[in-house]
């Protein structure tokens, strides 16, 4: 078997070159330390790239067969952790195609005709992609379903609900369950879009101006798995879209699980005690011996500067970037790797926590009690009775003026008192001032009413496919 022809620098790229590449360049330039990671899609891509050849007449079949059955030794080995990388071969394009004729020999160096590194970095990057999308959308699909059972288990259990972090209105805690409920969901809309408009075969572009070889794109683009082919080769030698829209939808994600870990955090604390975070998901002080810190959704919290980051990291790198393929575009591995890997992991733990999180229903209840709660329910009865809403708001701002100042809440008011601050309030007016029977009559699309919520809760367990 003989070697392809040494080249000056000793690079697959280098007859051109009389020296060697400077190690410092090569420590600079390496990306196998975690492009590593896109083995699998590499040798996919590159067998059925090699099918596709083999059909044009550009393999003969034993070439094929030894290309294949070298890919599938690589591949074994790299999944046994004996396959060595070279950093001086870069990436893990190189690193397999250079054992690949080391293994078999010229038949080996045939595989790269019709491609450039360009396009398979760009395939494999989307593979791997496609892939990551599916399985943040079954972890989607998990935390939704946490938040499901909890509405289930918690439904008819009223809590504060808050604006500017003052109590503003008596809600369900299943309401704000199906709360999180549709905003992963929004995000797994979205994830399932970015899916969508990724999954179009980069390979066949070559460079960037495609190739003269009698190459079918279809074929390959149809044996990985995607939708078709991407129809400009320019833009598909440049194009990082997708990579910016997936780590965008990444950072969504993590932005809704930091809402939720500060809520949790809150909650927590003595100071609401609405909920019991299981000693499971919690770490203790190595000096205050009573301590139970809620470590879980604290990380999760801060860990949306990773996503965040990364996030900026890719914008950045293709701010102002030249048509077609720049080098600057190696970067964009490493934040989306960190953003796949921090999202992954913290849907993951929250979905369990979730699972293993007891809510204190009484002290939630108790919560709405005080704080003047049912004065907007107040202010909806006079409406009722003609009074304009502005002049209604002005009549309840004064009934609850005159709580605060005697220590008491609205419905302890006697009617003599409630009418006193218009004459249109009858005894009637006990009915909405309780904070159940405030929640209850909030029954218009998307409220927190009784019916309305439990419809939600069966709406959203069919969607699930949680229910017979
Ligand atoms: N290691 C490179 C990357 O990840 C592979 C593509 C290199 N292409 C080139 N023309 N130098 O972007």
């Known amino acids: 078997m003989t070697e392809p022809k040494k080249s000056g620098s000793g690079k697959m790229w280098g007859g051109r070159f009389s020296e060697g590449t400077a190690a410092s360049v090569e420590a600079f330039s390496a990306s196998i330390q975690y492009d590593s990671r896109l083995y699998k ?19 003969t079949r034993d070439e ?13 080995e790299i999944d046994q952790g004996t396959f060595v990388f070279r950093r001086e071969l870069e990436d893990i394009h ?22 450039s590194r360009n396009d398979q970095v760009a ?15 079954a972890l989607l699909h998990d935390i939704r379903k946490a938040f499901v059972v909890l ?37 797994l809309g979205r994830m399932a879009d970015c899916r969508k408009r ?36 320019m833009d598909t030698s440049g194009d990082r879209d997708y990579a910016i829209e997936f780590t965008s ?14 809520e949790l955090v809150l909650w927590s604390g003595q100071e609401f005690h609405f909920v019991d975070i299981s000693d499971k998901f919690c770490t203790g002080s190595s000096i205050m011996p009573q301590k139970k810190n809620p470590d879980i959704p604290e990380l999760i919290r801060g860990k949306s500067g990773r996503v965040v980051g990364s996030l900026m990291t890719l914008i950045t790198l293709m701010k102002g970037l030249p048509l077609t393929y720049n080098r600057d575009l190696q970067e964009d591995k490493e934040p989306v790797f960190d953003a796949v890997d921090t999202v992954s992991a913290s849907l993951a733990i929250m979905a369990e926590l979730l699972e293993n999180l007891t809510f204190n229903t009484e002290r939630m209840a108790e919560a709405t009690r005080t704080g003047c709660m049912t004065a907007t329910d107040l202010a909806d009865y006079l409406v009722l009775k003609n009074v304009p809403f502005r002049e209604a708001h002005a009549i309840v701002g004064g009934a609850v003026a005159y709580c605060l100042k005697k220590g008491c809440e609205l419905p302890d008011l006697t009617l003599a008192e409630l009418a006193g601050f218009s004459p249109v309030i009858g005894k009637d007016v006990y009915e909405v001032l309780s904070v159940e029977g405030s929640v209850n009559s909030r029954i218009s699309t998307g409220g927190t009413g009784g019916v309305r919520v439990a419809e939600a809760v069966v709406a959203a367990e069919k969607n699930l496919g949680l229910s017979q």
């Open 151 to 187: 509405a289930r288990k918690y439904l008819g259990h009223i809590m504060p609900g808050y604006t500017h972090m003052q109590r503003a209105q008596p809600v369900q805690i299943a309401h704000h369950m199906l709360a999180y409920y549709e905003m992963f969901g929004r995000d």
């Open 249 to 262: 939808t990444c950072t969504m994600i993590q932005l809704h699980l930091s809402r939720l870990s500060e």
């Open 64 to 76: 094929l067969t030894a290309i294949k059955d070298g890919l599938t030794a690589i591949e074994q």
């Open 198 to 233: 990724l999954n179009l075969s980069p390979l066949g572009c070559a460079a960037m101006a495609g190739t003269g070889l009698p190459i079918d794109r279809e074929q390959v683009a149809k044996a990985l798995g995607f939708d078709g082919v991407t129809a400009n080769s």
């Open 94 to 115: 190189m690193n397999i195609e250079k054992s690949l004729v080391e293994r078999i020999g010229p038949a080996g160096a045939k595989l790269h005709s019709g491609r």
């Open 41 to 59: 899609y590499d040798i996919a891509g590159s067998k059925a790239h090699a099918d596709m050849l083999a059909d044009h007449g550009i393999l």
């Open 123 to 137: 395939l494999d990057f989307k593979m791997y992609l496609r892939d990551q999308c599916d399985i943040l959308m």
